[in-house]
């Protein structure tokens, strides 16, 4: 089965996101493109309260009971509401980083889930288990994307008179 693909891959995740955020100054942490995009500071801050209110929790639900509503969440509001933009950089590392272990223990002591149970989503339909657990680690993917580029981006910002093109094309 590929659960245990996508666990280990969760749980692998949790050094990768650790190894592209380490040693990131308060500069670095808060810079932006723009102002319409999010800084590592932010990334960081989603990527935490996803953790803990969004993939588990909602796959939590289903094994618990898929009939019931599930709590509402806003990722991109979230971003000013909670005041990412304010918290310490390493703190919230180190909170998201917590809350992955958090999740993998549980994934790790599931006995035969049902990852097939659906959760009959108001707005966006079917929703099972399984299907959760993917958009996951797909989720990891892009964020991960997100911030490689991001450091792509810092480097470009600091060191405005090198022309990166001998690297590649981004």
């Known amino acids: 089965m590929y659960y245990n693909h996508v666990i280990k891959n ?3 995740n949790a050094s990768t996101f650790k190894s592209l955020l380490k ?10 493109l ?7 500071l932010e990334i960081v801050n989603h ?23 599930w709590a509402p969440i806003a990722p991109a509001e979230w971003v000013t509401k909670r005041e990412y933009a304010t918290r310490d950089f390493k703190t ?8 992955r272990k958090k999740s ?3 994934l790790k002591s599931l006995n035969s889930p049902t990852w097939k149970a659906v959760h009959n989503h ?18 990891d993917y892009l964020h991960i994307r997100q911030i490689t580029f991001m450091h792509w981006s810092y480097l470009s910002h600091i060191t405005p008179s090198i022309n990166l093109d001998y690297a590649g094309n981004w």
């Open 92 to 99: 919230s590392l180190s909170k998201f980083l917590e809350e």
């Open 34 to 40: 723009s102002l319409e995009k999010w800084s590592l």
């Open 122 to 139: 108001p707005k966006l339909g079917e929703m099972s288990a399984e299907m959760l657990l993917a958009n996951w680690l797909a989720h």
């Open 10 to 12: 969760l749980e692998d």
């Open 47 to 69: 990527l935490y309260d996803e953790e803990r209110e969004d993939f588990r929790q909602r796959i939590m639900n289903i094994f618990e009971d898929p009939k019931k509503d």
């Open 104 to 106: 993998i223990e549980w």
């Open 23 to 32: 040693n990131i100054s308060e500069e670095q942490a808060s810079w932006k």
